[in-house]
């Protein structure tokens, strides 16, 4: 009796130790410590819920999961943590808000170099989605990192595909697919730009792939590796980019602003001055000028002067233009300011080269107090040297990788081939390109076409 008393008392203790066990594991699962961070090394937090956790590999998430395999792919210079919670929520109004959990505020603290942040599947369940207060929460959750870590690179993903149950056609946990892939897929890409982030689609990614999903919610180990080369490539083109200095350099007329009726003013007023009182330059003459070295509009629009009065008549032209446009200013293309901020946001460096005399582009520049928008700017006044040489000149002047000449007529393109740069039209200006060539209709329009070509 006494040894089946010992066998009951050992197999009771078994049970509670496996019990117990048991329970430290679940809590665990539902409450991940942060993960140690190393020093010396390029943090990259990956924050999210049980997508991010590995929750589909869960025997084998320290090997399995996507940020597992993210950290095999960026290599031992960078260090992947992961801030994955299952079941955890964006809203506050959620069943398990992420905001209120431990493991957030690690993540604030952990300041990363590059934060991947994914939560919305377990918000898209039928009984809790709220649009109004997703976008709320999201706004807030990315300021959160902006504000802790102000130079890291942040990404917002959106959630992968949320799969059917082939037996009975429904999705587990009440998840509605038609919200990831509806009013929370364009709340988190209208996020992503209003705040100025990384963007990585997981959607259009998993969309096709339910063999990924094995429950219909989490990635088995494939899932994982595929989310992960995607990520990475995403990483990896971005800061590519932005370790490249990517220039933008503008035309002055057509290009950036329509200046010609305020310098025909001027010019006339200087011919009044110096003694040719019934010559009138118009704005049709500026026109069919634009674009020309300023020794050659002397020649077109002064016949009747020769040598040095034809340059002392010019020089007094061009230095009453200046003084003028500081003055009276000339139209701006629509956007201007607008389009060169978030060009410059997203990376680019602006700049300006003109056929023009020395003097216009500072007198643009004043007039709108547009200096704070372009690094540097040549022109023919400069030095003598016509456009290609110029751009050419600029180009190397500030060590740029990559760049393009946005201009207007077809001296701007032929300058820049000459240059050996891509060239982009500026359509709405005042000339045609003979050869097809990427164009825009209106300056904002740069912003979408930029990159085809500098990709």
């Known amino acids: 009796m006494k040894n089946i008393g010992k066998i009951l008392g050992i197999a009771c203790l078994v049970l509670l130790i496996g019990f117990g066990m048991i329970r430290l594991g679940i809590y665990i699962v539902q409450y991940p410590p942060a993960p140690r961070i190393k020093q010396k090394k390029i943090q990259v937090a990956c924050v999210g819920d049980s997508i991010t956790y590995g929750a589909g590999v869960l025997g084998h998430r320290k090997s399995q999961s996507y940020p597992a395999y993210l950290q095999k792919l960026l290599g031992d210079t960078y260090q992947v943590l992961n801030y994955g919670m299952s079941g955890r929520t964006l809203m506050d109004e959620g069943d398990d808000p992420y905001c209120e959990e431990t493991l957030y505020r690690k993540s604030l603290e952990a300041d990363a170099s590059i934060y991947v942040l994914m939560l919305g599947t377990n918000d898209a369940k039928d009984y809790q989605w709220d649009e109004e207060q997703y976008k709320k929460a999201l706004v807030s ?17 959106q959630p992968p595909r949320a799969f059917e149950n082939p037996e009975d056609g429904k ?7 038609d919200v990831i892939c509806g009013s929370m897929y364009k ?12 963007y990585i689609d997981l959607y259009q990614l998993t969309k096709d792939h339910s063999e990924w999903f094995p429950d219909g919610i989490h990635p088995n180990a494939q899932g994982n590796q595929a989310i992960a080369n995607y990520i990475y490539e995403c990483i990896e083109k971005s800061e590519r980019g932005r370790q490249m200095k990517k220039g933008i350099i503008f035309d002055m007329d057509g290009t950036l602003w329509d200046s010609a009726e305020q310098v025909a003013q001027s010019w006339t007023l200087a011919l009044q001055q110096c003694g040719y009182e019934d010559a009138v330059v118009t704005k049709e003459d500026m026109y069919r000028t634009m674009g020309r070295t300023m020794d050659k509009i002397a020649e077109m629009l002064f016949p009747f002067t020769q040598g040095k009065d034809r340059e002392a008549l010019l020089t007094t032209c061009c230095k009453v233009e200046n003084d003028y446009l500081r003055e009276h200013g000339g139209m701006l293309y629509p956007d201007l300011r607008k389009t060169m901020e978030q060009l410059k946001k997203m990376g680019y460096h602006l700049y300006i080269v003109s056929n023009c005399q020395a003097g216009y582009i500072e007198a643009f520049l004043d007039y709108f107090s547009f200096h704070d928008l372009f690094e540097d700017t040549c022109c023919f006044g400069d030095n003598g040297k016509p456009k290609g040489q110029n751009i050419h000149l600029l180009y190397e002047k500030n060590k740029l990788d990559a760049a393009v000449y946005v201009g207007d007529i077809q001296g701007d393109y032929d300058a820049t081939m000459e240059a050996g740069l891509p060239f982009i039209h500026a359509a709405y200006g005042f000339g045609e390109i003979a050869k097809p060539v990427e164009k825009i209709d209106t300056l904002s329009d740069l912003v979408d076409v930029v990159g085809k070509v500098l990709a």
Do not use: H, R
Request: charged fraction near 15%; proline fraction near 3%.
């Open 171 to 177: 999705i587990k946990y009440g998840i509605q697919n």
């Open 141 to 157: 959750f990315v300021s959160s990192y902006q504000e802790a870590s102000p130079d890291a690179k942040i990404y917002l993903m």
């Open 187 to 198: 709340i988190i890409m209208q996020v992503s730009e209003q705040m100025d982030v990384g």
